[in-house]
């Protein structure tokens, strides 16, 4: 079946960064791409960026450009979020989650989500 | 960027009522708009996909329509288990996404 298992919580200070790695199973890595999207506490989802795991290709909506980053290991179908200038508003659970693939666009798997603090 | 806006907010209702959440999205998005449930300390689980179509698994009791840039996600009778909070997202400019704001269910 598939699966995203992510890494565990961390705490950061502030003006750190943190990297969130979301690994696959049960599926092709390389044919769906990887969203993530994060929730803070009490508060909705936002969206944060998408990889295409196959070309690398990213996209990042305004807000995060600059701050985010995400990559892939295509050889240990994993990937990872990291992002930088950590602040206090960044506090959140991080979530992976498969997204589009060549047919198809809606987040049918997701990770278990990690929870990162930011605090001094 | 297209923003999605759901009502209500929160709504309270009690075991055995029909449901009806309502989406709209800021410019015409055809039928794409996915509905996610969302129970506390969990991740989102996807309900509808492409405004109608129930996702496996998923009870007939939970169905959705609409297309353009009103969309309605309905629970025909609420059993104890539907009691969380509810998000439309469009992927109409995937792989750019958007989700709308939630709406709270609650129990009366």
């Known amino acids: 079946q598939v699966q995203l298992v992510q890494s565990g919580a961390e705490v950061k200070k502030p003006g750190a960064s943190v990297k969130v790695s979301c690994k696959a199973s049960g599926y092709t890595f390389t044919s769906y791409d990887i969203n993530w999207v994060r929730q803070a506490n009490g508060q909705g989802l936002e969206w944060m960026g998408w990889m295409n795991p196959n070309s690398g290709h990213t996209g990042y909506p305004q807000k995060f450009q600059g701050r985010l980053t995400i990559t892939r290991n295509t050889s240990i179908n994993t990937a990872y979020m990291e992002l930088s200038s950590l602040r206090s508003e960044d506090t959140a659970v991080y979530y992976c989650a498969r997204g589009c693939s060549s047919t198809s666009c809606y987040q049918e798997n997701w990770g278990q989500g990690t929870l990162v603090t930011v605090s001094s | 960027d297209i923003q999605m806006t759901q009502s209500p907010s929160s709504l309270s209702a009690s075991v055995g009522d029909r449901v009806t959440i309502t989406c709209r999205a800021s410019?015409?998005?055809?039928?794409?708009l996915n509905w996610y449930q969302q129970k506390p300390g969990k991740a989102p689980k996807l309900l509808i996909y492409v405004a109608s179509s129930l996702q496996s698994g998923v009870p007939s009791r939970f169905s959705g329509s609409g297309s353009g840039t009103d969309f309605t996600l309905t629970i025909s009778s609420l059993q104890p288990e539907d009691f969380a909070t509810y998000y439309c997202q469009q992927s109409y400019r995937a792989p750019s996404i958007t989700f709308g704001q939630g709406t709270r269910l609650e129990i009366k």
């Open positions: 410019q015409s998005i055809s039928s794409y």
